[in-house]
């Protein structure tokens, strides 16, 4: 079956500019996160979301950073003013049920290049 | 958040059991071990999870000592394309079931 869709697959910008980066999970698949991914690390959690709800954003690395899941299904990432540190691969993963026992299921990401 | 403990790199022969150790000695009684992994330019790739019981999928199995302080990962007959960073993650409950990943294993499968 598909996994989790993330668009666009690479993307350049110039330091300042706003970007919008895509998720489509799973089909009913309740939970989302966003993680990013610098080079040579792990990934780090930055938001998850409960359906619509956007019930933790502790990892967001400052306010030019936003996430939104309208509908409960599809989810973008805004980055405004990028800055050269934005740059990294961003990760979206999607789970049937947003409890422990439910595992993270991640898309391919979106890597950032901030000129 | 409890922490694990991997080496940072392991060799092995290709068709030989691949034996990835994990180290998780503050783990409360309600987290679940979870590993993934995750080949360049991809996503991570969920493996395996288990609780306290040892667990088997048509990837891997997983072994969970008794008092839980530690685990290994088993690829039972290692391929070249088994070659990837493996991570070993203790989840909490009641964070919405996020991971916190480390700087995992990475394992390198050689002919």
């Known amino acids: 079956g598909a996994g989790v869709s993330q668009s666009p697959r690479y993307k350049v910008a110039k330091r300042g500019q706003d970007v919008a980066l895509r998720c489509d999970p799973i089909?009913?698949?309740?939970?989302l996160f966003w993680y990013q991914q610098a080079l040579g690390q792990g990934p780090e959690f930055l938001t998850y979301?409960?359906?619509?709800?956007?019930?933790?954003k502790s990892g967001l690395p400052s306010d030019r950073f936003f996430a939104e899941r309208p509908e409960g299904s599809v989810s973008t990432l805004k980055i405004q003013r990028t800055q050269q540190e934005d740059s990294a691969v961003y990760l979206c993963?999607?789970?049937?049920?947003?409890?422990?026992?439910?595992?993270?299921?991640f898309g391919n990401g979106t890597r950032l290049t901030v000129t | 958040d409890a922490k694990t403990t991997q080496p940072p790199s392991m060799d092995c022969a290709e068709g030989r059991a691949a034996n990835l150790p994990c180290n998780h000695s503050?783990?409360?009684?309600?987290?679940?071990v979870y590993w993934y992994r995750q080949i360049h330019s991809q996503g991570p790739q969920y493996i395996i999870h288990g609780l306290k019981n040892n667990e088997t999928n048509e990837m891997a199995s997983l072994i969970i000592t008794e008092d839980r302080k530690s685990s290994t990962l088993i690829l039972p007959h290692a391929t070249l394309r088994d070659t990837a960073v493996y991570y070993c993650?203790?989840?909490?409950?009641?964070?919405?079931?996020?991971?916190?990943f480390g700087q995992g294993t990475e394992l390198s499968v050689k002919p």
């Open positions: 089909s009913g698949h309740v939970s």
């Open positions: 503050t783990i409360s009684g309600n987290e679940y």
């Open positions: 993963a999607s789970s049937l049920a947003g409890t422990e026992n439910s595992p993270l299921h």
């Open positions: 993650i203790v989840r909490a409950p009641n964070q919405g079931g996020k991971l916190i």
């Open positions: 979301f409960q359906n619509e709800a956007q019930l933790d």
